[in-house]
């Protein structure tokens, strides 16, 4: 099969607007919460519930665009759009939070997918964001939330113990190094 260029660059294009309006969103919190120190201000709020709302019209688009992609194709593999434009889809479905069923349909899609057309790490992130979802625990510790005080925390991991053998075997780095590099990113 051969690189599809048309839908490449559909999927590349609304990744690029999904991580620059997170990344101005981020910057746009961090401004705010250094402003208000009170979570609870009448203005706060309703400034986070604006941005919030912009997100979710966002990745709602992006969903139906995406439904629309893997309706004809199936998983948009490396095959079909390239290394970085499979991580771009990946990355739209796991921002999908609000359509879980989508995001399951598409995670059986990328473990059905032939193993080069789908990188082990991104089913481990949808696996993960998917169980958090439905209050499960997470098996690769990759989802985080923010908690007290800004402390930025992984939701509860199903098997500690084993939690860096299963990491390795689909190439993610020990947790402890990742924990220190996602409270960095939040810090």
């Known amino acids: 099969m051969s690189i599809d260029r048309k839908i490449r660059d559909k999927i590349q294009?609304?990744?690029?607007?999904?991580?620059?309006?997170?990344?101005?969103?981020?910057?746009?919190?961090q401004l705010l919460n250094k402003r208000h120190l009170d979570r609870k201000n009448n203005e706060y709020k309703r400034?986070?519930?604006?941005?919030?709302?912009?997100?979710?019209?966002?990745?709602?688009?992006?969903?139906?665009?995406?439904?629309?992609?893997?309706?004809?194709?199936?998983?948009?593999?490396?095959?079909?759009?390239?290394k970085r434009g499979a991580a771009a889809a990946w990355l739209l479905v796991q921002h999908a939070?609000?359509?879980?069923?989508?995001?399951?349909?598409?995670?059986?899609?990328?473990k059905s997918a032939a193993?080069?057309?789908?990188?082990?790490?991104?089913?481990?992130?949808?696996t993960d964001r998917i169980l958090v979802h439905e209050g499960k625990e997470q098996i690769y510790g990759t989802q985080f939330k923010s908690g007290p005080d800004n402390n930025y925390a992984p939701f509860p991991i199903k098997d500690p113990r084993r939690l860096n053998k299963l990491r390795k075997e689909i190439g993610l780095e020990p947790f402890l190094a990742y924990k220190k590099r996602m409270r960095a990113l939040v810090s």
């Open 13 to 29: 294009q609304m990744a690029k607007e999904d991580q620059l309006v997170r990344r101005q969103q981020w910057r746009d919190v």
């Open 47 to 82: 400034v986070i519930a604006g941005l919030i709302k912009k997100l979710r019209i966002l990745d709602a688009k992006h969903t139906r665009e995406m439904k629309k992609i893997t309706t004809r194709c199936d998983w948009p593999g490396r095959s079909l759009v390239g």
């Open 97 to 110: 939070d609000h359509d879980l069923v989508f995001q399951k349909k598409c995670l059986i899609l990328m």
């Open 115 to 126: 193993p080069d057309e789908v990188e082990s790490k991104h089913i481990a992130y949808l």
